[in-house]
């Protein structure tokens, strides 16, 4: 079966702390993404990835950045979190066809 | 830009009911994916259908059917004979269809419709 694995399903930081959210595709697929889901907003693109150490800017992604150095993993970093950071991170990868995601469980982040 | 609107942000009905999740849509572009999603109560969203611009044919698969109209930028999503297992949030997404690799896969997503389907 396809997986995307996020590898944290909780976390608690502070104000100022950097964070790494990590992600892990078995697709061999070129594409990933990082979301944010906040309620009453939906689905945000943060960043996504065509390529290993290739990377695009989605709709949101001041404050964030990504790193993709092999091509199963694809992680999101926080510099300097922010307690509107507080959300929830959904890692996706394609793998059949144009706009189908496999999404991993969510990572949800509290920020304080 | 796009846009997708699901204009209803919480639906509740009893089992057995049919209910229709409305999806409308904005987009420059010519050619495009339309797309549906689920994300039920353990929180991983399910990937239900992809729908060309090019192709309004209606599609059914069991108790789901969907409807695709360009003219009024629609594509809802009918559940049929609702079951409780059906409860989850359902988002209608967009995304481009360009020869560009990385825009076919960017998607831009609704805010979801909760479905609630009560015993």
């Known amino acids: 079966d396809v997986k995307v694995t996020q590898s944290s399903r909780y976390l608690v930081k502070r104000t100022g702390e950097k964070v790494f959210l990590e992600c892990v595709q078995d697709?061999?697929?070129?594409?990933m993404f990082w979301y944010r889901q906040d309620p009453g907003l939906g689905l945000r693109l943060i960043y996504f990835?065509?390529?290993?150490?290739?990377?695009e800017k989605g709709d949101i992604p001041e404050g964030y950045s990504v790193s993709r150095e092999k091509k199963e993993r694809f992680s999101l970093i926080l510099e300097s979190a922010s307690t509107n950071q507080t959300s929830m991170y959904l890692c996706?990868?394609?793998?059949?066809?144009?706009?189908?995601?496999?999404f991993g469980e969510g990572s949800r982040l509290t920020v304080l | 830009a796009q846009k997708v609107t699901q204009a209803q942000t919480e639906i509740s009905v009893v089992e057995k009911e049919d209910v229709t999740l409305d999806c409308v849509y904005e987009?420059?572009?010519?050619?495009?994916?339309l797309f549906w999603y689920k994300q039920p109560p353990s929180g991983e969203l399910v990937f239900l259908i992809r729908?060309?611009?090019?192709?309004?044919q209606n599609e059914i698969s069991g108790r789901y059917s969907w409807n695709f109209q360009k003219s009024t930028s629609s594509f809802n999503f009918t559940i049929t004979a609702s079951q409780v297992v059906d409860s989850a949030v359902y988002f209608c997404a967009l995304s481009e269809a360009s020869n560009s690799g990385g825009s076919n896969y960017k998607l831009t997503f609704g805010k979801g419709t909760l479905l609630t389907v009560n015993p």
């Open positions: 697709m061999d697929h070129e594409n």
């Open positions: 990835s065509y390529d290993v150490k290739m990377k």
């Open positions: 987009t420059r572009d010519t050619t495009y994916y």
């Open positions: 729908r060309n611009s090019f192709d309004e």
């Open positions: 996706a990868g394609t793998h059949r066809g144009p706009g189908e995601l496999f």
